[in-house]
């Protein structure tokens, strides 16, 4: 089934866009009252000469709108030739019009007088003329690629209800259009909405995909396990693919003093072909230089690590991430991913509408546990070279059908309507498998599911009001019938960890279910129901949650359960890297039928591969290969032959 790979359609086509987010190093936030044309032509063209042709620039709000009827004229001039600098070189960039948040602090025009953003008829009455002026004095410069409403909005104006946020958002866009922008528009608000997070900021992706043109994610986010924060972003791009939006990542990167030269290049590296991989057809990072000079200035004297974001230094040095964005960039040429699309996925991974759909008594917490499960399900299908659609289950009910396998990972809640459905799915031929989770609030303690029974072959033993923990410190599964690629006398272990609430496997009576693995007490642990042509596989622990709840635990086996249900549900996997999780591969399809390999290394040092491919294996260029050779974290991007 179709994997998600949209590219921006601007006024001459469809573009992929990859560049920097750009303040000069000459004022940072500040640079436009003191504009220097020179320095900015020098900073771009290092951009330029290491193949970024775009930047995303900034209208800072208190500057360019010093009262509610007047946008500042010696800053727009300014702003008019820093579009020239960018057409002088061959570049674009995307305006951002409401930039009161930057890099730790908020700013606000002097006469804002504390009126909300969103409510306060006046005050958006004044946005959206201040949006509509400036777009009419640049829309039809060549160098305008597209326009950002906002700069991260749930920080600057805080978290809203969804129909304000909505309502704002669309009135803003609105004013670009009455202004003539006729290039791509988008919000600027980072995706971290409900359908990404589980809470409930007021910036909801659905509801903003109604009059976007592109989903921006801006991912910075903290971790606990290397794999996972390489995989994050690429997760992020998943969740954010809704409503067929193209997906572009808006804003990432990282401090150099919080890393090595060599992990920055290893995060970029990761970040960029990992997300390529999940159906992100645009980079724009953060940022395009450091800022030194400005060591006394706000917000740099009170978060000085925001001072070295940037891809060169402060005298215009390459540092190791644009090296890894011109390198990407060559491959992003090579490949034409403006024409590619993913190879199709045979597997849907399954997110709960209860994560998007906020229903009436919904916990939040819940929410949450959907995002963790999730991401670790996707780590471990990726470990087995499983490639996945991310599908969302339709509010108050419905998965989508054509699928071989699906993966309800750690799953607590379904509509009762789709677990109808995941019974006629498995009837129809497919392979159906959840694993059990209690979930981490007392709130009606128990799976909410139904049909178990007829569905998996099992009786659930529980006693009402109460959980059965997991009393190990490891769960030892022992496999004891084939299942896929799994053999009897095959053992299974996961690490355990959680809440205590979590923490806990489903006591089960088989009916006519088939156990295939049993703990280390007996107990049925993996059970298989068949179905006519397809079958239900049970797991009574919640290994995807287990292992969401720890760090440096990647790769876990999971994997091996993954890969024995993708060999179970007969999908295909024309390259792999088999029994080496640290390995990834995955696929994409060039206009003339031509597929791309990408083998991402999670190994810490050097390694060779030999992959496992239906046909072979060449260089973009030609040359035939048999092993490859990756660098510490590094990537390879080859084509399959037939």
Not at 14 to 31: C, E, H, I, T
Not at 169 to 192: C, E, F, K, N, T
Not at 251 to 271: H, K, M, N, T
Request: with cysteine.
């Amino acid at each position: 089934m179709h994997r998600s790979f949209d590219v921006v359609v601007g006024p001459t086509g469809p573009v992929s866009w990859l560049g920097a987010n750009f303040w000069s190093r000459a004022g940072g936030p500040l640079m436009w009252r003191s504009y220097d044309p020179d320095l900015v032509r020098e900073e771009l063209a290092v951009l330029a000469e290491h193949g970024l042709g775009m930047t995303r620039s900034f209208f800072y709000w208190p500057d360019f709108m010093p009262t509610p009827t007047t946008v500042d004229e010696e800053l727009c001039t300014h702003y008019a030739d820093f579009l020239n600098a960018h057409a002088e070189l061959g570049m674009t960039t995307i305006p951002t019009f409401l930039v009161g948040h930057m890099s730790g602090e908020n700013w606000d025009p002097v006469w804002r007088g504390g009126r909300d953003l969103y409510t306060d008829v006046w005050l958006v009455g004044r946005q959206a003329w201040y949006v509509a002026t400036l777009t009419a004095r640049y829309a039809e410069h060549p160098a305008v690629a597209g326009w950002l409403i906002s700069n991260e909005m749930p920080i600057y104006g805080g978290e809203g209800r969804r129909e304000d946020v909505a309502a704002w958002a669309q009135l803003m866009v609105h004013a670009v259009r009455a202004g003539g922008g006729h290039q791509p528009v988008s919000i600027g608000d980072g995706a971290w909405g409900i359908e990404q997070t589980g809470h409930d900021n007021g910036y909801s992706t659905v509801d903003l995909g109604r009059f976007v043109d592109f989903t921006g994610p801006h991912v910075y986010r903290m971790e606990t396990d290397q794999v996972r924060q390489h995989l994050k972003a690429a997760y992020v791009c998943e969740l954010a693919a809704v409503g067929g939006r193209p997906v572009v990542m808006e804003e990432f990167g990282l401090s150099s003093d919080f890393v090595s030269p060599a992990g920055a290049a290893a995060y970029y590296r990761q970040l960029l072909h990992t997300t390529l991989l999940a159906g992100a057809t645009g980079w724009i990072a953060w940022n395009n230089t450091d800022y030194d000079t400005l060591l006394h200035q706000r917000p740099y004297t009170h978060h000085p690590f925001e001072l070295h974001f940037g891809v060169t230094t402060s005298t215009g040095e390459p540092k190791p991430p644009l090296l890894e964005l011109a390198r990407f960039a060559t491959t992003l040429r090579e490949i034409d991913v403006r024409t590619c699309r993913r190879a199709e996925a045979q597997a849907a991974l399954v997110v709960p509408s209860h994560l998007a759909a906020d229903y009436p008594f919904t916990n939040e917490v819940e929410r949450a546990l959907i995002v963790r499960t999730g991401e670790q399900a996707y780590i471990a299908a990726r470990e087995a070279d499983l490639p996945v659609g991310v599908v969302r289950e339709a509010t108050d009910g419905g998965l989508p059908a054509g699928y071989d396998l699906y993966l309800l990972p750690s799953v607590k809640q379904l509509t009762g309507p789709s677990w109808v459905q995941v019974l006629e799915l498995a009837e129809s031929g497919a392979t159906v498998y959840a694993s059990y989770c209690a979930g981490e609030s007392p709130v009606q303690r128990g799976p909410w599911w139904i049909r178990t029974e007829e569905l998996f072959g099992v009786l659930p033993e529980l006693a009402y009001g109460l959980n059965d923990p997991i009393a190990d410190d490891e769960v030892v599964l022992t496999v004891e019938a084939e299942l896929g690629s799994l053999r009897p006398g095959d053992v299974l272990r996961f690490r355990v960890a959680g809440t205590t609430e979590a923490r806990a496997h489903l006591p089960v009576t088989v009916t006519d279910g088939t156990v295939v693995a049993r703990d280390a007490q007996g107990r049925p642990a993996i059970v298989v129901k068949e179905h006519g042509p397809g079958r239900a596989v049970l797991c009574t622990y919640p290994v995807e949650y287990l292992a969401s709840a720890q760090g440096r635990v990647n790769p876990e086996e999971t994997w091996r359960l993954y890969d024995a249900l993708a060999t179970l549900a007969g999908i295909d996997r024309p390259v792999r890297v088999p029994d080496d999780p640290r390995v990834l591969a995955d696929r994409l399809v060039q206009a003339d039928g031509r597929e791309v390999v990408v083998l991402v290394s999670e190994h810490p040092d050097g390694t060779t591969v030999t992959p496992t491919v239906t046909g072979g294996l060449e260089t973009l260029d030609g040359t035939r290969v048999e092993s490859v050779d990756l660098e510490p974290y590094g990537v390879a991007v080859l084509r399959r032959t037939r």
